[in-house]
């Protein structure tokens, strides 16, 4: 019994231009994209930087409730499988494994799958550099008159929402036993969903969608859910959602896409998010929650734990009591001590996410202000404070909106996380050389490692690839070559470098691994 679970994050990133709030953003997320694809800092000249997208398994109108929705009712949005004949859409599988792609309107960074919570955070901050590198690469073609005069370059920002009624997402993905029935996903996570913002949300200046209350709250995304279980990711947000597209062996898996976070940028917290949620998924699958944590009213109790930055913000149980959200969170904290207390002892991953966990819980009820170096919505919070301490600003103020955004601005000494964090104000648990390895190398505890070694090593023999396959294309072949890799703990460095290494081109590979 273990935080240990194949896990990954999809981040969507704030994208503008200073000066031109009339630009296409999907034009410029494009731009992002391509720009990292033509050699963004950092890669070696002439290295393979990516290969386009697989397209051929995506299924993302299979519902996890058991059916299929059928095209003509679905949101053109939730089409995410023709995407390959818009040629507005790039697309790339990257040398550590990950997809950079544009989603809707976003630079997205899809991290790859890994095997504990410190690589999740480790690959998901990788992503934060191949986004300020891409940036990078445009402003140099600008200065150098490659880029039109006047198209600007685009500013990547790690948030949400834009505080005006638009919002993104930070998709979360875990790895679950097919054989658990999605009701007791449903029952069991719904609850834990209302109240781990309080460890992990991002904070955000304005209450309501369109920021149409002066105050501050939590989550960044929390006034956008309207549904407790539903298929779309774009409207009618559901808490649950039931997308059932495992990308592995589905009759062994199921993979549960959560759409509910915030990206984070304190290390803690971001840590937390996914270790936390490993170990609820883990009673979900055993049997092991305790009865009592059904909350009456989901979408009411998500909004008035996020609107109240007190933490006395109480939510109704089915069985009629009414506890602190706060309260609510330490039951699924002793829920998870008396399980893991039944399987002797914990790993490390393990025992360090239980020991932050419980020492973050227990501080930030004595009070939230003592949180400031390991929960985002409380150092941003400090932070905003002061300046209102100083300048006398009241919650509706302009500047303070502003603040926000530059928060997670991603360009270089203009991120106010960042900033704090290089101060020595928010603590790590990652290292600057442990990033900048990932933002090249895949993870080596997954299939992900072959995926990634395969862009680096052959790449201009790989066609194209996803979560589970690598195709080649082969002189002498007159067909593409599809390697399908259905198992995510499969495809490890431990497992496959020896055979990478006794090709140097990618026929011999194939022919190895295919039985030829």
């Not at 899809?110 to 402003?139: F, H, K, T």
């Not at 930055?309 to 969170?329: F, K, N, R, W, Y």
């Not at 914990?346 to 930030?364: F, G």
Request: glycine fraction near 10%; aromatic fraction near 6%.
């Amino acid at each position: 019994m273990s935080v240990q679970r194949i896990v990954g994050i999809e981040t969507e990133y704030g994208i503008s231009v200073p000066g031109r709030p009339q630009a296409n953003p999907m034009v410029l997320s494009g731009d992002v994209v391509r720009a990292y694809g033509r050699g963004a800092a950092g890669h070696r000249p002439g290295a393979s930087v990516g290969v386009r997208w697989d397209y051929a398994a995506e299924m993302p109108l299979s519902d996890a409730r058991g059916f299929v929705q059928h095209r003509l009712d679905a949101h053109v949005s939730q089409l995410t499988d023709e995407w390959e004949d818009d040629p507005a859409v790039a697309n790339l599988v990257l040398t550590n494994g990950a997809r950079l792609y544009v989603d809707h309107a976003h630079p997205e960074y899809s991290s790859p799958e890994v095997g504990e919570p410190l690589e999740a955070l480790i690959w998901d901050r990788a992503g934060e550099r191949i986004m300020a590198r891409a940036a990078e690469v445009l402003a140099d073609e600008e200065h150098a008159g490659r880029r039109p005069a006047g198209e600007g370059t685009p500013t990547l920002y790690k948030n949400n929402t834009d505080g005006k009624g638009a919002s993104y997402g930070t998709h979360e993905n875990y790895l679950m036993r097919r054989e658990t029935t999605f009701g007791d996903i449903v029952a069991g996570l719904t609850p834990f969903f209302v109240v781990r913002q309080i460890i992990c949300g991002a904070g955000r200046v304005g209450i309501g969608q369109e920021s149409e209350r002066p105050g501050y709250q939590l989550a960044s995304r929390s006034d956008f859910f309207e549904a407790l279980v539903g298929l779309e990711t774009t409207f009618r947000r559901p808490i649950i959602n039931t997308r059932d597209e495992p990308h592995a062996t589905p009759e062994r898996y199921r993979r549960l896409h959560v759409i509910l976070g915030d990206a984070n940028l304190c290390d803690v917290a971001g840590l937390l998010k996914i270790g936390t949620t490993n170990l609820v998924l883990g009673m979900i699958e055993d049997g092991a929650l305790p009865d009592g944590l059904r909350v009456r009213d989901p979408l009411r109790s998500l909004r008035a734990v996020s609107h109240d930055p007190t933490l006395q913000a109480c939510v109704e149980l089915e069985d009629g009591t009414s506890i602190t959200g706060l309260d609510l969170h330490w039951r699924y904290v002793e829920a998870a001590q008396s399980w893991l207390g039944r399987h002797g002892e914990m790993d490390e991953p393990t025992a360090q996410v239980m020991s932050l966990w419980q020492d973050l819980l227990t501080d930030l009820g004595r009070d939230p202000s003592s949180a400031l170096t390991r929960v985002d919505w409380v150092a941003k919070r400090a932070l905003l404070q002061s300046y209102r301490d100083r300048d006398g600003l009241t919650w509706d103020d302009p500047r303070l909106a502003m603040i926000d955004f530059q928060w997670s601005d991603l360009r270089p000494g203009k991120g106010l996380a960042r900033l704090l964090e290089q101060a020595g104000r928010i603590d790590r648990l990652t290292t600057d050389a442990q990033v900048e390895q990932a933002v090249h190398t895949p993870p080596p505890s997954t299939r992900a490692w072959f995926r990634g070694e395969c862009v680096r090593r052959y790449g201009a023999q790989v066609a194209a690839a996803s979560w589970e396959s690598v195709v080649f294309d082969l002189p002498g072949h007159d067909r593409l070559q599809r390697l399908v890799t259905p198992e995510p703990t499969r495809g490890t460095r431990e497992l496959v470098e020896s055979v990478l290494d006794r090709h140097e081109d990618a026929a011999g590979l194939v022919a190895e691994l295919s039985g030829d």
